[in-house]
């Protein structure tokens, strides 16, 4: 058996922290790749279940429908993408510094074009390999951020009927499963 040396010892003893090997400023923990990864599973999955099992449901057996000015609008359901802006504003009050966004090449709202030139290309990228996830880094002010950008597909004929047909949509021949846009996750780095 190995003897276990007095200072291993002494740490264990003391509960001190373990010394780690990375060297002095080199990110530890999990590499935000992953973390966007995590995130994107999960804003994902809430978004494809609302869609299809709450907005779609309830068009489909002549409920309530979802419109844009659902706040004012008695019996109506949040948009989709409301639902997940509402979802991202309210994660963000609780203070945590991760961001996301839908971001696209044909935006019904103005404020949803890719806001750089990485970006446009990354929804470019994502139209032909929309497997293909996108990554870089974003400065703001003091932060720096790791970006991913993954693809928005139509997940249901409610996301491509309610886009096809919209007045301000710049884009009328969508197409199930074709990636319509782009699910932006921001994560800083440094953390
Ligand atoms: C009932 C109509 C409706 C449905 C259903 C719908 N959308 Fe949208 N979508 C909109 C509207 C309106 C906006 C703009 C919302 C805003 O930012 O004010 C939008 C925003 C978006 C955006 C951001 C870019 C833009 O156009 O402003 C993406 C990407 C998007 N939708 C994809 C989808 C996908 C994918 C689905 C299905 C999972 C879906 N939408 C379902 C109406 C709809």
Redesign the pocket.
Known sequence: MRRISSVALLIVLLGLPIPTTAPAGEQTGIPPETVANYLHAVIEAD??FY?IHV?ERMQKGGGAT?A?NWRATKNTLP????FL?ESSALSAMTGTPVRYR???LW???P??VPRSAAEKAGLESLRTHPERVVTGTVTQGNETYFQAIYA?????Q??VG??NT?PQSAKKDFKLNEA??GLVIEIPMGR
Not at 79 to 82: D, G, K, N, S
Not at 152 to 156: E, L, Y
């Open positions: 978004r494809t869609t907005v979802a844009e948009l989709p993408a409301q802006m839908l971001i696209s935006p019904i709202n404020l949803n928005d597909r139509a997940v249901s409610s996301c309610c886009h919209h319509m846009g």
